[in-house]
């Protein structure tokens, strides 16, 4: 069965870094796009950002372009996003998610992790 | 204030219909497809529809979804107090060169 594990998150500083990362299995990850999606305290969905299934594009939301990186490692079947110079603003509970395509384009996002919080506070 | 308007509430009754809309523009629902998900207390997000109409393997066909033009429309009847939760539209928008949420529906059965 399809599981989307989430690791990483915790309590930060404002202006720090934190790597968060997503260990899939039961399918094959190389196929197919994934993303970040989060949701703060109370708050709606946000999405975050997508990678192709093979890399070759990458989208941001506007909030946290030039500060968030998304990537992947097929061999090692596992999703992560570097957020540097974090903000209050950032945090949520850090979902990743699995498109049905393999573009990022058409967001059918099929398979949800459990999450991760990231709290971002002095 | 998303891109995606939904409205902020519904409430009804056990065994009644309800409809939840979804309006948006001709960058994201008028040129893409929508999908729709359902988030209960406590718990992730789960897709419910795809492709404007499609659901999942799994989704009882109590969930449907249609579209006209730059609005979408998620419809479940035979509401059971089980669905009570959080509901979300998405696509994708060609002018921010993203995914877009609605700002959810909150569902009170």
């Known amino acids: 069965q399809v599981q989307l594990v989430e690791s990483g998150g915790g309590v930060v500083q404002p202006g720090t870094s934190l790597r968060l990362s997503c260990a899939a299995s039961g399918f094959t990850f190389s196929n197919y796009a994934m993303y970040w999606v989060r949701q703060a305290p109370g708050m709606g969905l946000e999405w975050v950002a997508v990678i192709w299934h093979d890399g070759s594009n990458e989208y941001y939301a506007d909030s946290v372009r030039g500060r968030f990186t998304i990537s992947r490692d097929n061999s090692e079947k596992s999703l992560y996003l570097q957020m540097n110079s974090l903000r209050g603003e950032d945090t949520a509970v850090y979902y990743c998610?699995?498109?049905?395509?393999?573009?990022?384009?058409?967001?059918?996002?099929?398979?949800w992790g459990q999450g991760t919080l990231v709290t971002v506070s002095s | 204030h998303s891109v995606l308007t939904q409205p902020p509430s519904l409430s009804a009754t056990p065994g009644q219909k309800v409809t939840i809309s979804c309006s948006g523009s001709?960058?994201?629902?008028?040129?893409?497809?929508v999908s729709w998900y359902q988030q209960l207390p406590g718990t992730a997000p789960k897709l419910l529809i795809y492709?404007?109409?499609k659901r999942p393997s799994g989704i009882p066909d109590r969930f449907s979804g249609s579209k006209s033009g730059t609005s979408a429309t998620l419809g479940i009847t035979g509401l059971q107090t089980g669905d009570e939760g959080d509901y979300y539209c998405a696509t994708w928008d060609a002018s921010l060169n993203g995914v877009i949420f609605g700002g959810g529906t909150k569902l009170t059965v």
């Open positions: 998610a699995k498109d049905m395509a393999a573009a990022g384009n058409v967001p059918f996002l099929d398979y």
């Open positions: 001709s960058s994201n629902i008028g040129n893409n497809f």
């Open positions: 492709d404007d109409n």
